[in-house]
């Protein structure tokens, strides 16, 4: 079997979409904007209620950790600014603490206070 077989969508392999994706990252020159417009985009899929199941919350959980992570690796914040985030980061992961507990209206709340403290 050829790679990209398993993964294909009609007759272009996923593999294709990658390899244009991740010429366009190593061309683009990250900066403070991008990080907060990729953190608006995750809040906004969980805001939206389209996809609130524990799964998705914790990966938007994760997703925003990420990029916490890197403004702060890239300055793209000040030191008050990514400890703020970093503080509203933890409602957001104990919203998804637990898959017996989780309560897709507290993670919601939980993202708006994240949102919230975006710089």
Known sequence: MEPGAICSRGDEPFGQDADTLIKAMLGHEFDKGDAKALAEAVIAVGVSGVDLDYSAAQQEAMALRSIVAAMKLLKFAEEAQTKA???????????????????????????????????
Do not use: H, W
């Open 85 to 119: 985030l970093d503080d509203a980061l933890g409602p957001v992961f104990e919203a998804v603490a637990n898959d017996q507990t989780y309560r897709p209206d507290t993670f919601v709340q939980a993202l708006k206070q994240f949102q919230a403290k975006l710089p």
